[in-house]
């Protein structure tokens, strides 16, 4: 059982920043894929972004591309999404998954291809 526990949101103004963390527990996290969802209210659970593979292979959403990064510290069990530039639109609730199984480039942008789930953190950027 991996357990996920995500920081970091809050309330920030258009074009404003904030970095979200997401500290997973066990032993060998740095095998894990990992990735950052949201889904705002009424509509599906996206991905954001996804690290995966011993290079650190990542891919984004095009909405988010250039603006935000997803990064990891293995030493501290922990990913990170940086988010610049943060539009309105950004407005969701985040969700930070890791799967213990290697994912290719489709299954890292799929909930399905995650086991298990943070609790999710709200991102609110007013106008």
């Known amino acids: 059982q991996v357990q996920l526990v995500e920081s970091g949101g809050g309330l920030v103004q258009a074009g404003g920043s904030l970095r979200l963390s997401c500290t997973a527990s066990?032993?060998?996290?740095?095998?894990?894929?990992m990735g950052w969802f949201r889904q705002a209210p009424g509509e599906e659970r996206e991905v954001v972004a996804a690290?995966?593979?011993?290079?650190?292979?990542?891919n984004y959403v095009d909405s988010v591309e250039g603006r935000f990064t997803i990064s990891r510290d293995n030493a501290k069990n922990t990913v990170y999404l940086q988010m610049n530039s943060l539009k309105p639109e950004d407005t969701a609730v985040y969700y930070c998954?890791?799967?213990?199984?290697?994912?290719?480039?489709?299954?890292?942008?799929?909930?399905?291809?995650?086991?298990?789930w943070g609790q999710g953190t709200q991102v609110t950027v007013s106008p």
């Open positions: 998954a890791a799967s213990r199984t290697l994912l290719g480039s489709s299954s890292s942008r799929q909930p399905g291809g995650y086991a298990y």
């Open positions: 690290i995966r593979g011993s290079r650190g292979t990542t």
């Open positions: 066990g032993r060998t996290f740095s095998n894990y894929a």
